[in-house]
């Protein structure tokens, strides 16, 4: 009976390294990539601050809210931009833009580019569209108002956000890796004292 015993203990302890371990390495991993990502915001941002030119960040992300590029970009989907000159932007680029129109005035909008005309060398006045809308928008985006080009999306990671913006669920999901060593900490003193017992 002791044998058995030692031998699910032993499965449940290996099973609990486990989880642990790839928990543990892939917030190291997020944790990483969130370092890099912010060395590489907040430099470009130094350096834009420094030399008296104001950009948008190199890097962002949004979550969309909207259905006007169905099929290509869901609603919840996530985007992550990058901000590129104009000659960097193309007929059939996603862009997220600062939109002028009335009904969207102030808001990021994010739609494809269906037009392009040169004003400048730097400077283009872009016609956009979102895929699931019957007609292109109605005012042109400037260069200057262009955030980014899409450069690749994570499906239904707004959901995720939603989840985590209620207080809760957020403390639900820092207590459950602490729950987690906390048993495997458990499970590691009992062994010990199980060990203890047989000597």
């Not at 992550?80 to 102030?106: C, L, M, P, V, W």
Request: charged letters at 15%; one cysteine or more; proline letters at 3%.
């Amino acid at each position: 009976m002791v044998l058995a015993d030692n031998s699910l203990f032993e499965k449940i302890r290996y099973l609990s390294y486990f989880v642990v371990r790839a928990f543990l390495l892939a917030v190291l991993c997020l944790m990483g990539l969130f370092v890099i990502f912010l060395a590489v915001y907040f430099g470009d941002l130094f350096l834009n601050v420094k030399s008296g030119n104001y950009k948008s960040p190199l890097f962002n992300g949004y979550v969309i809210v909207s259905q006007s590029m169905v099929p290509t970009i869901n609603i919840n989907d996530a985007i992550i931009i990058k901000r590129e000159n104009d000659q960097a932007y193309h007929i059939g680029d996603i862009i997220s833009f600062y939109s002028t129109e009335y009904d969207h005035n102030g808001m990021v909008v994010t739609h494809r580019i269906v037009d392009k005309n040169t004003v400048t060398i730097n400077e283009s006045n872009y016609t956009t569209k979102g895929d699931n809308n019957p007609i292109p928008d109605r005012k042109g985006v400037k260069t200057e108002n262009v955030y980014g080009k899409v450069l690749f999306v994570i499906p239904r990671l707004g959901y995720i956000q939603s989840f985590l913006s209620n207080s809760s669920n957020f403390i639900i999901c820092i207590m459950i890796p602490i729950v987690i060593v906390v048993v495997y900490d458990l499970f590691r003193v009992l062994k010990a004292y199980q060990k203890s017992k047989n000597y």
